[in-house]
Each structure stands twice: as C-alpha cells, then as structure tokens.
C-alpha cells in the first residue's frame, strides 16, 4: 500500500467519523423534540459510517495486511467495538433476512419493530417486550435487535477516538 492510498482510506475513516459525530449530535436533539425519522435516520447514519470505518479497519481477507497496516498507524486494537459489525448488519443492513427468517419459524402475527424507549436489559426494566425487532432507548442511547443490545455510546468513542488518531495524518 502506497502513501498516498493509506492518506485516502485514513481520509475516509475521518470523514466517517465526522459523519457519524454529527448523526449523534441530531440523534441527541430528537430527544427533546421528537421526529421518528430523524431518530431513525440518526441511527441509520451512524451504524452506517460506523461500519465503513469496520469494513476499512477490518476488510475482506484479501485485504487483511492493509487493515492490519491502518489499524497500527492508528493504534486501533483489534478487539476494538468496532471490529464486529453482526449487529449492524443485523439491524439495517440484512434486515428483510431477518424478517423472512423470522416468519419462516413465526406464524403469530405480533411484530413490533422501530420501537422507542421499549424496556431494556438496564437492570430496572427488565426484558424488553417479547417480539420487539429494532427498538432504540434514548434514556441510556442504546439499540436492541431481538435479544441483542448495542451501546451506541461505545460505538461513538470509538469512532472519536480513531477520529483523533487519525489528525496527524490528515490535514
């Protein structure tokens, strides 16, 4: 990999990242004056960017050396929340998998999905209701996917965190 391509991705991995910032700054003012498509824009945005910055830092094996490579010069570490994009892929973008494999072994018709502020694992509310697809708590900024929980604080220091690493590269 060139000098030039590692200034690219890096490029890319801030852009990414800003994106991300300013998708949670929106995200965070849906709070306070509620627009369902803007929350769930929002998240789209981040989990999004979030993953172009996974598939750059953690490509395909036929480019495992150049993730490698970046994720050095960043001091990105391997177990980094990041580096797993299941949920993310779960969430938004495999979602009509989901669905269909969901009806494949469910013929009730309960489906809740985009739910807001549905009970979470929090340790004061308990399960969230069952059948709950896609839900997004703004009380502690985490998603739900099925039985699955991702703290999108976590995603966002991350992601603020390679941002960082990567102004010494970037102009």
Request: glycine letters at 6%; charged letters at 25%.
């Amino acid at each position: 990999m060139t000098g030039l391509q590692e200034m690219v991705l890096i490029g890319e991995i801030a852009l990414q990242s800003k994106i991300a910032q300013r998708a949670a700054e929106r995200l965070r003012a849906t709070h306070d004056n509620f627009d369902h498509v803007e929350t769930w824009y929002s998240i789209q945005s981040i989990l999004v960017a979030a993953g172009n910055v996974s598939k750059i830092l953690w490509p395909r094996q036929k480019y495992k050396i150049r993730g490698e490579k970046l994720r050095q010069m960043l001091k990105v570490e391997q177990d980094n929340p990041l580096s797993n994009r299941k949920f993310r892929n779960n969430f938004f973008e495999h979602y009509d998998e989901r669905v269909e494999e969901y009806f494949q072994g469910n013929s009730q018709g309960v489906y809740i999905d985009l739910a807001m502020n549905p009970s979470f694992r929090s340790g004061i509310f308990g399960d969230p209701p069952l059948n709950t697809h896609r839900g997004y708590n703004s009380f502690n900024n985490t998603l739900v996917f099925r039985d699955e929980t991702l703290d999108l604080d976590e995603i966002l220091i991350a992601l603020d965190h390679i941002h960082s690493n990567c102004r010494s590269y970037c102009l």
